[in-house]
């Protein structure tokens, strides 16, 4: 049932077993999964069916660290972000969970292992299609296609799965209006977590709407899945009880704010012949019953011999290069001249010299990098005032040196790789600098805000995404990320989800 929240008579108490906060990925998905149990679930919204500005407007705050758009990156109605994600999906690998002693803060209290269930049914919830990441066999097309076979082991090619992307809203409307123990109200921002007067339990949720009205909700449970930014600035902003935050005596939630920082053309390879390169590595390619790209990733081995972030690299072609087509200038830097010298040095150094004017493809490259754990990137609370009366976000986003000397010597790594294999050469575009100030591009993929870690001196959240010192408070979404890996959080935050509802039904709904 979708009840809409400027509807409700002021001072109204809805009483629930389980109230979720948020109708993004994560709520609609934990909302799915408890449907049709014995518990009563009550779904609240800020947004409505469609798109409204003056919803959309709640999410606007200020930068003061790398500049960032923060109204733009992220949707405030039903069905939340995946409303216009572009539906590329991934599972982290197992050296993203591990403690790696070269990434401060690192080490989550789950493992690859103990998620890989969630994943398969994510992949399902998502519309995906077969669970068969890196089976480079099953998209051959019967032999036809290999992956570039760059030596080294430093190099590996991997594969995105997409979704169509599935738009949860539309997609899972109907199971969520039409699940007898769910109500859904939209238009309805939680104003405040409000927890009991030793701060250990919740007691009542603040709900408010943009037309005046006030309610509440009394829950037996809460989860909080609003989103990797709102999720932290929700709990600061519930501070009657504890001052500086609900889940923040230790002053972590908000901290470690990452980013994945988008490269357009860090580097360019020239490739010898063009029928080497398998047609899924620079589009979109139907394959064994699946949408797939192929990219280039980094081994663990390399990552843990040169104590490296990870990154991952997508290519595309760009232009023929050839002997038949004259260099109209002799200037070494101007670009053709580069081109020219760059492909003549490919064709003496691989077998393929002298059989066609085609001398090279080149390839345009964009990536998507790793940071570390930083406790200085952070999400406050401005001093300005959104139009409930709350305040509104503030973000400083650190990116560092480290972080963009891990992305060149990555780089530097492709090079090596395309070097030894013979058939290639790598021009590395993206310059050393003392200091990385402002960002290319992003993913519009916020996490780590209300990091999961056993030791609540290290996280916010537990290894069951319980907040630390609150009895009946969860946070799902990619806020609970510990560390980011290097690929896009829609496909994990989902498995999460799964994980969360499965042990809030098994602990919580049997018998409530």
């Known amino acids: 049932m979708f009840i809409d929240g400027r509807q409700v008579p002021d001072n109204t108490v809805i009483e629930t077993d389980i109230a979720i906060i948020g109708a993004g990925a994560a709520g609609i998905t934990i909302a799915r999964k408890l449907r049709n149990t014995d518990a009563t679930v009550t779904l609240i919204e800020s947004g409505g069916l469609d798109f409204d500005p003056e919803t959309q407007d709640l999410y606007a705050g200020e930068t003061v660290g790398v500049p960032y758009t923060l109204d733009t990156s992220r949707l405030r109605y039903f069905g939340g972000s995946t409303n216009h994600w572009g539906g590329w999906c991934r599972p982290f690998e197992p050296i993203d969970f591990e403690q790696r002693d070269w990434v401060p803060h690192s080490g989550w209290p789950i493992t690859r292992a103990q998620l890989d269930p969630y994943y398969v049914k994510a992949n399902e919830v998502c519309q995906i299609g077969p669970f068969i990441y890196d089976d480079a066999e099953a998209f051959s097309e019967g032999g036809k296609y290999r992956p570039l076979d760059l030596p080294g082991g430093e190099v590996m090619t991997r594969f995105f799965e997409y979704s169509p992307p599935t738009r949860f809203g539309w997609t899972y409307r109907p199971d969520i209006e039409k699940a007898a123990n769910i109500k859904t109200y939209l238009h309805s921002n939680v104003l405040e977590i409000v927890p009991d007067e030793t701060a250990g339990r919740v007691e009542r949720l603040r709900v408010g709407t943009l037309s005046g009205r006030r309610f509440e909700v009394r829950p037996k449970l809460v989860i909080l899945a609003t989103g990797g930014i709102e999720n932290a600035r929700m709990l600061l902003l519930s501070n009657s009880v504890e001052k500086a935050g609900l889940g923040n005596g230790r002053g972590l939630v908000g901290r470690y704010f990452m980013e994945h920082p988008h490269i357009n053309r860090p580097c360019e390879i020239m490739i010898t ?30 990552l843990r011999k040169h104590r490296r972030l990870g990154t991952v690299m997508t290519f595309y072609k760009v232009q023929e290069i050839r002997t038949d087509i004259e260099v109209e200038t002799k200037d070494p830097e101007d670009a053709r001249a580069i081109e020219a010298g760059l492909a003549q040095l490919v064709r003496s150094t691989t077998s393929r010299a002298g059989e066609s004017p085609l001398l090279a493809m080149r390839y345009g490259t964009g990536c998507a990098t790793e940071q570390a754990p930083n406790p200085d990137s952070r999400i406050l609370l401005s001093q300005e005032k959104d139009a409930l009366g709350l305040n509104r976000t503030k973000m400083d986003w650190k990116l560092t040196a480290e972080d963009r000397t891990n992305l060149r010597r990555n780089l530097a790594a492709l090079s090596r790789a395309f ?7 790598v021009r590395v575009l993206f310059p ?9 591009g992003w993913g519009n993929h916020h996490m780590g805000t209300t990091r999961m870690a056993d030791d609540p001196r290290k996280g916010v959240v537990d290894a069951n995404c319980k907040v630390h ?23 994990t935050v989902v498995a999460l989800a799964l994980r969360l509802a499965e042990h809030v039904q098994t602990r919580f709904v049997r018998g409530v």
């Open 273 to 302: 012949d063009p029928a080497l390169v398998a047609p899924y590595y620079q589009t979109y390619t139907k394959s064994a019953g699946v949408n797939i790209r192929g990219v280039f990733m980094f081994t663990a081995d390399y």
């Open 469 to 491: 010192g609150v009895e009946n408070l969860y946070v799902a979404g990619s806020s609970v990320f510990t560390t980011s890996a290097t690929v896009n959080p829609t496909l």
């Open 432 to 440: 050393e600098r003392d200091a990385w100030e402002e960002a290319e």
């Open 419 to 425: 070097g030894a294999w013979g058939e290639g050469r």
